[in-house]
Structure formats: C-alpha cells, structure tokens
C-alpha cells in the first residue's frame, strides 16, 4: 500500500492538492482513502473514501480509558473523576488524533492512502513525535524494570497502599506499541512526502527545509508541487508583472533539481470534483525513489576509523552539531534535531571527527581497544 503525506507552507493549497490526487487516483480505478479534517465533502468516486479526524472525540476516548485504568492510583489521592461532558481537548490533541488516523488508514485494505498534514513545521514535528516519544517512554519507564513486579505485592504490603505500577506499566507498554505501529508507517519504504508550494520568496527555503527535516528522518520526497501558476500570456500589464516575478521564483525550484509538478492557478477557489480534475498532479501515485541509506564504510586498513555516511541535503556546517551520549548520536541540524542510535559496531568506537561535503555527513570512529573483538 502505498502512503503520500501531502504538506506545504500555510496557505499554499496543500488540502485541495491532497484532495485532487485522491479523487484522481479513485478515478483510475484505485481504492484510495483520503484523510483530512478539512477538505471539502467529495462524490463516492468509486472506490474514494474519506476519513476525518475528529480530535475532540479522540482525546475524550482516551483520557477516559486511562482515568479508568488509573481508577485505584486516583482513589487514593482522593481525585474527583472526570466525565465525558466536561472534559475539552487539550494542545497536542489533534497531532495525536492525526497520528492513530494514519496507523488507521495503514490498516484500511487501500492501494493508496492520502494524507493532508499540516503545514511544513508543524507536520515535520508530528512525523518525528513518534520515535521521540518512544524513547522517552524507555528512558522513564525501561520495560526491563517490570522484572520487579513479583516484590510489588511485599511492597505494597509494607507500605500500605496499592501499587500502581503495573497499570503503569501496561498503560506505557500500550502506548509504546501504538506509537511503534505509527513510526513504522512513517518509514515505510512506502511512504513519501508531497511538497506543496507557491512559487515566492518563501518557497526556495522552505523546499531546504523540508528536505534538509525529512532527510534527518529519512524519509522521501516525492514530489514538489508548484501551485497556483499565473498564466504566462496575460496582456494584463498588472497581471504580467507578478506572472514575471512568479516564474523567476519558479526557475528557482526547477533548479533544485526535484521532480516538479505545476498546477495552475484557476482564478477563484476550487468549487468541485471538476475543477479538483484539473489540479490533480501529473506524477503518479508510483513507489517512491528509496531514500539513501545511512551506510558505516570501513576504513579500518587504509586509515584506521569507521567512517557513517549520513546524507543531509541542503544541510551547511554552521548550523551543524554532533554529541555522542551513549550508544547515540544527537545531531542537530538547524532548527532539527534527532537522537540517532549508532549502529553496533560503531558503539564499540569513539568519535574522532566530522566533516560535511556536499550534503553528506561523515562522522569518523576509531575502534576502542578495550571494546574492539580481537583478532588472533
């Protein structure tokens, strides 16, 4: 199954590009599920369905469900418990509600599965809450500490309360596999971006931005989507002086050297399938190109280190940093930042050294003597 995550800057049109690929691709007979909470409502185009988020009742499903698990912990605090009618959703409610959407549509038996993500920032932020929040779960809760759960009843014996740690423990192992299922969606090989954009000063940077932000996440781009094109005939002299100033920032992204689909600006709002028909991009929903692999080269023979390959595009060395902690690597590029978890053999090494060319990131390791597997 294939997934596109369509975004874009704040108000480029990334919702009506997201709802005309879907409506295109159900009109060539594939069964495609569109997911947005805020594209308009579409014909049953075959096999076209539509999922829309609904974060209030999402949030209300869950706080009650953990409040009821949480129900003995509560008691004792002498907490008063919360009903439906009273709670309202709380920030963060609709990332989460779009998250389990996504794992939903994963499981929906489509060809294809579109997504209307927010804009750029916000959605590259939701795209990597997954794996942030998993390894936050096991830095606070390591599942391995639930061999202890055979003293709790002599605890709570000594102490003279319940023990609430293994509701804890279940809520956290049950929300470590949600958030397992929806990371794995993200990075499917199956799973690529779709970049709207309109042609302005803004859209150059935010193409470095999101390709520097995916590739940190590795994920693939698609496709950029150059949308609402003025017509380049116009005998309007008004009309033709932002059509030049348009297509000079066009040239632009065509120079960057993505794939590029150009839509046309149709002089009002979209109003229906039809005119949806005329915006739906030229590229196909095909299986995207594979990202390129973060590779370990071995350099051990010629100059004694282990050098990682990390492919950062558009990324520049000022607003680069490396911290090794542990068995990670906390690169921050930007406004970007990832704990990356080394491969194994470069755990057994200590960082001797970085350097950028050209959009890739070599980080040098030299083997630790007291930790390297000696050779006879």
Request: aromatic share 4%; hydrophobic share 45%; with cysteine.
């Amino acid at each position: 199954m294939r997934i596109i995550l369509v975004t874009g800057l704040g108000g480029a049109g990334r919702t009506t590009v997201a709802a005309a690929t879907a409506l295109a691709e159900a009109r060539a007979g594939r069964r495609v599920l569109l997911v947005s909470e805020d594209a308009d409502p579409l014909p049953g185009e075959g096999g076209l369905k539509v999922l829309r988020p609904a974060p209030a009742a999402d949030f209300r499903r869950e706080f009650l469900a953990l409040q009821a698990r949480s129900s003995t912990a509560l008691d004792l605090l002498g907490a008063l418990p919360f009903e439906d009618a009273e709670l309202t959703e709380l920030p963060g409610s609709r990332q989460f509600a779009l998250l389990r959407s996504l794992r939903d549509a994963a499981e929906g038996g489509h060809d294809l599965a579109v997504v209307d993500l927010p804009p750029l920032a916000e959605a590259l932020a939701v795209l990597a809450l997954p794996e942030q929040l998993r390894r936050y779960l096991r830095r606070l809760l390591p599942p391995e500490r639930q061999a202890a759960r055979a003293l709790r009843p002599m605890l709570a014996q000594l102490a003279g309360v319940p023990m609430p740690a293994q509701w804890l423990y279940e809520t956290t192992a049950r929300w470590e596999a949600e958030l397992a299922a929806v990371q794995a969606v993200v990075e499917s090989p199956t799973t690529s971006v779709r970049l709207v954009l309109e042609p302005g000063p803004a859209a150059v940077r935010a193409l470095r931005t999101a390709r520097l932000g995916l590739a940190l996440q590795g994920l693939s781009l698609d496709a950029v989507v150059a949308n609402r094109l003025l017509p380049a005939d116009s005998e309007d002299p008004w009309l033709a002086g932002l059509t030049t100033q348009q297509h000079r920032h066009l040239a632009e992204l065509r120079s960057a050297g993505d794939v590029l689909d150009e839509l046309p600006h149709l002089g009002r709002d979209p109003r229906g399938p039809e005119d949806l028909a005329l915006l739906a991009p030229a590229r196909p929903a095909a299986r995207p190109e594979p990202v390129p692999e973060w590779t370990v080269e071995d350099r051990r023979e010629a100059d004694g280190v282990l050098v990682w390959h990390i492919g950062l595009p558009g990324a520049v060395k000022e607003e680069l940093s490396l911290v090794r902690r542990g068995d990670e690597l906390l690169l921050t590029v930007g406004s970007f930042r990832r704990n990356v978890p080394l491969p194994a053999a470069l755990r057994r090494c200590t960082v001797t050294g970085a350097g950028l060319v050209e959009g890739d990131l070599r980080v040098r390791f030299t083997p630790d003597p007291g930790l390297w597997p000696r050779t006879s």
